[in-house]
């Protein structure tokens, strides 16, 4: 794959605000425990200013899949964050996804016209939570103008979804848990107990070693981080020193929808091309 101004990699830094959320859906207890609710708070009062704080200072744009129900309860975080340009996608309300597709297709229409009242843009790609995928949904995403998805795991680059043989304009960019925050600093002792914390810097040598050999290859890293965690500031400086390693390297630091953009107008749908990507 060749990318914008021959970069070697398409170096994604996507960022997952459960918020609240993470904790309401990992156990229902949690509704009355103000302590474990607490922590989704952090995302908002110190993870995210910091976060967008580092992109400001680095001169990047990144991607936020935002849950909708946090959207709602802390707007002026989700303008925020329009305003300075980043992409806000699709996260579900509660972190959640339906088995059935007239109830899934309600809940995105809530959840985009959430999102569009704060923002004024319509959201064109999705993370479903917890990676809950059906076989109806990219006919789903197809009829709701989506263009792409970051929820399968089988590439190491991006992929046109196919329907029943036939190459839709709906591009896969591809994760993985080796690229996700949550494996190496996310700490709780609340059943489904997640303990085996890493330092910021062994987080980052092995992300620094994997976008070593995708680069090698003309890949693409997708990273899946969370502002309560990768928002604390250990863990935000060793981030920050990837991001410049990787720029010192030949990354493309894009948002999710550019990188899709662009994949898109290079495998035979040149329409969805976004004028400003080879800026």
């Not at 330092?199 to 090698?216: P, V």
Request: with cysteine.
């Amino acid at each position: 794959m060749l990318w914008p101004d021959h970069k070697r990699i398409a170096f994604l830094l996507s960022f997952d605000i459960d918020a609240e959320t993470l904790w309401l859906t990992r156990n229902p207890h949690n509704a009355h425990h103000p302590s474990n609710m607490s922590r989704g708070e952090y995302s908002i009062r110190q993870g995210l200013p910091r976060i967008l704080d580092m992109l400001k200072e680095e001169g990047l744009r990144a991607t936020f899949f935002t849950t909708a129900y946090t959207a709602q309860i802390h707007p002026d975080a989700i303008k925020c964050i329009a305003s300075l340009g980043h992409e806000i996608a699709y996260h579900g309300y509660l972190h959640e996804s339906f088995d059935d597709y007239a109830r899934e297709n309600a809940l995105m229409q809530r959840c985009e016209d959430i999102i569009f009242s704060l923002t004024g843009k319509r959201q064109v790609g999705n993370r479903m939570p917890d990676g809950y995928v059906y076989d109806f949904h990219l006919k789903l995403w197809l009829s709701r103008g989506y263009i792409y998805s970051s929820n399968w795991r089988n590439n190491d680059g991006p992929y046109l979804h196919e329907i029943d043989g036939k190459k839709i304009p709906i591009v896969e960019l591809p994760k993985d848990g080796i690229v996700d925050d949550t494996s190496y600093d996310m700490y709780t002792l609340q059943h489904p107990e997640h303990y085996y914390l890493r330092s910021g810097r062994e987080m980052t040598q092995i992300w620094a070693e994997e976008f070593d050999g995708l680069a090698a290859e003309g890949r693409v890293i997708n990273f899946v981080m969370h502002p309560q965690f990768i928002g604390r500031p250990a863990y935000l400086r060793a981030l920050r020193d990837l991001i410049r390693y990787a720029k010192e390297n030949g990354a493309w630091i894009t948002t999710d929808e550019d990188a899709a953009r662009c994949f898109l107008a290079k495998n035979g749908f040149p329409e969805y091309a976004a004028p400003s990507m080879w800026g």
